[in-house]
């Protein structure tokens, strides 16, 4: 079977294959193909501005955002379908729908485009000193959810244990 993506953007349709010597041969299978320019996405998309990656942080930071998804689809300006998660576990969804000029510009035509930030206060007080990571999950209207912006970054508060295995100082005098 050929398809044309010059003249077809989508085709459904059956497809026989066979085995020879295969006990469940020839089978039938539907086909859907859907085609894509180079680049193009489908999914959520975006990513997390602070903490930096690597950075140390303390106290509360402020984690910054931006997602966009693909028309028809659309992110609900509520921000009720981002999710923050740290080290794997959602703790919380961050205040979305706000204006940044550069996403703006770069993405016109996006639902979302005059609101894609996204912040969300983290306290730091509540993790272990040490490493930890960082990322948004994002689900627009359409059901399709893409995870973005993952990273790591430190966390020291004084007076908090250091997570993970310590360490001692050598010098080369001492050793």
């Known amino acids: 079977m050929f398809i044309d993506p010059d003249t077809a953007a989508s085709f459904t349709g059956s497809v026989t294959v066979s085995a020879p010597g295969a006990d469940n041969s020839p089978q039938t299978v539907t086909v859907v193909y859907t085609y894509r320019e180079a680049g193009a996405t489908t999914a959520p998309f975006g990513t997390i501005d602070t903490p930096g990656q690597g950075e140390v942080v303390s106290g509360t930071v402020i984690n910054f955002g931006w997602a966009l998804t693909p028309q028809p689809g659309v992110i609900p300006t509520d921000g009720s379908t981002i999710w923050v998660y740290v080290d794997g576990v959602p703790v919380g969804q961050p205040v ?29 007080t509540q993790l272990a000193n040490g490493l930890h990571t960082i990322e948004w999950l994002v689900t627009d209207d ?20 250091v997570q993970g295995t310590p360490f001692r100082h050598c010098s080369s005098a001492g050793q």
């Not at 979305?96 to 730091?124: E, H, M």
């Not at 893409?146 to 244990?161: A, M, P």
């Open 96 to 124: 979305y729908d706000q204006y940044r000029q550069d996403i703006a510009d770069a993405f016109p035509g996006y639902a979302n485009s005059d609101g894609a930030v996204g912040y969300y206060f983290l306290d730091t």
């Open 142 to 161: 359409l059901g399709r959810a893409q995870g973005i912006g993952s990273r790591f970054f430190w966390v020291f508060n004084e007076n908090l244990k």
